[in-house]
């Protein structure tokens, strides 16, 4: 198994230059035929959340539909899928900014209790206490 880069994944779901975004497709088509599979590891998907956001303008809505969509596609594993489910979730059920929802996610699936922040809406959430 191999691991994915952010940029595979941005040119994949935006396609803002189209012949990286066809060799990505024909990359997943062709591992998919293989029954291949491609890692997206934790630190990818905080720079992901992160670039669709800030560079490509992305809305809450759309970073949750495009997390949902790679959580459905069979060649793609997460490393922690079961954090991600609960990120989609917590997506669409709370208002917390989705890069502080996969910190917290982060810890709790590493055996923590919370995360310790300053911020006091994400203690809301369950996964935070504040300092």
Known sequence: MKALDTNALV??????????????????????????????TAPVLLELLWVLSAVYGFTREELVQALDLLSQMPILEFEDLGAVQQLIHLGRSTRAHLPDLWIGLAGRSRGCESTLTFEKGLVKTGLFEQI
Request: proline letters at 0%.
């Open 11 to 40: 040119r994949f779901l935006v396609n803002d230059d189209e012949i990286q975004g066809r060799r990505v497709i024909s990359l997943f088509e062709s591992t998919e035929k293989t029954g291949g599979h491609f890692l997206i």
